[in-house]
């Protein structure tokens, strides 16, 4: 992934069913129509990989939304970094706040499905944010960079995987930091992550998620450092997607 070319990205989580896809067709059109400046992927429940890659075509990549570590086995209702691959996908979404609070999901374990990906041949996105209660400590800069440091398996150096900062308390919220919180988060995730990978990552986007809307994206993709964003809720509707990208 390089840092000149940004990277949007859409998770949609447990939304979408065999009917949404015509979003998926009304966005590709749009994007052939008008060649958008930047990378766009997809990220839908598993269910829609497959037939979602097939809809999609070359101009929008698409992702699963996590994978677990090990590679097969007795896993009921898990989903293997390989078998995402298998279905099309060529990045995944790791360590997301849902997972990290609703499963107990550690930075160890983030780091070990990271390496799984990387082994399957998927980019991994990432996930790092603070709370609210860490926010208000004044913690967010000692909390992010220490989940950079134990999130990011050494293997990603010289990898393809994107970081995204996603503070917790701004993910379907409607709320934002401001721009200037946005620059120094950014900034110690990237010294975070020189320090653990070494200065061949400078590179690597840093995306920022949470509340993305049309009508704020221009300018937090201006923000020095922000390579891109992790779009949610505004991800599902091709035309709020496409202002998104637009502001690329
Ligand atoms: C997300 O789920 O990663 C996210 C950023 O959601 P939203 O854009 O809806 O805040």
């Known amino acids: ?26 966005l590709c059109a749009a994007l052939a129509d008008d060649r958008p400046a930047c990378r766009v992927a997809l990220c839908p429940p598993a269910t829609l990989i497959e037939r979602m890659v097939r809809r999609a075509g070359q101009g ?6 996590d994978c677990r570590a090990e590679t097969h086995g007795a896993f009921t209702g898990d989903i293997s970094a390989q078998m995402l691959k298998d279905a099309g996908a060529t990045l995944v979404i790791l360590g997301h706040s849902e997972r990290r ?3 107990g999901e550690t930075d160890g374990l983030v780091s070990a499905k990271a390496g799984a990906a990387l ?5 991994p996105i990432v996930c790092v944010g603070e709370t ?11 909390v992010v960079r220490s989940q950079v440091m134990a999130s990011l ?14 503070p917790v308390w701004a993910i379907g919220t409607g709320l934002t930091p401001t721009l200037t919180q946005i620059e120094e988060v950014h900034r110690a995730v990237r010294a975070a992550m020189i320090e653990r990978l070494g200065l061949g990552i400078a590179a690597t986007p840093i995306l920022y998620g949470g ?3 049309p009508d704020n994206a221009a300018e937090i993709l201006a923000v020095p450092e922000v390579g891109g964003a ?5 991800s599902l509707k091709a035309g709020d997607f496409l202002g998104i990208i637009r502001g690329a």
């Open 119 to 123: 082994a399957a041949g998927l980019a």
């Open 211 to 213: 509340s993305v809307k």
């Open 60 to 65: 929008v990549e698409i992702g699963g939304q």
């Open 1 to 26: 992934m390089k840092q000149s070319v940004k990277l949007i990205a859409g998770n949609w989580k447990m939304n979408g069913l065999g009917a949404s896809l015509g979003e998926v067709e009304t």
């Open 101 to 103: 609070q609703g499963y």
């Open 230 to 234: 992790l779009v949610g809720g505004a």
């Open 153 to 166: 398996p050494l293997a990603l150096a010289g990898r393809d995987f994107a970081v995204a900062y996603e």
């Open 132 to 142: 609210l209660q860490q926010r208000e400590a004044g913690r967010a800069v000692e």
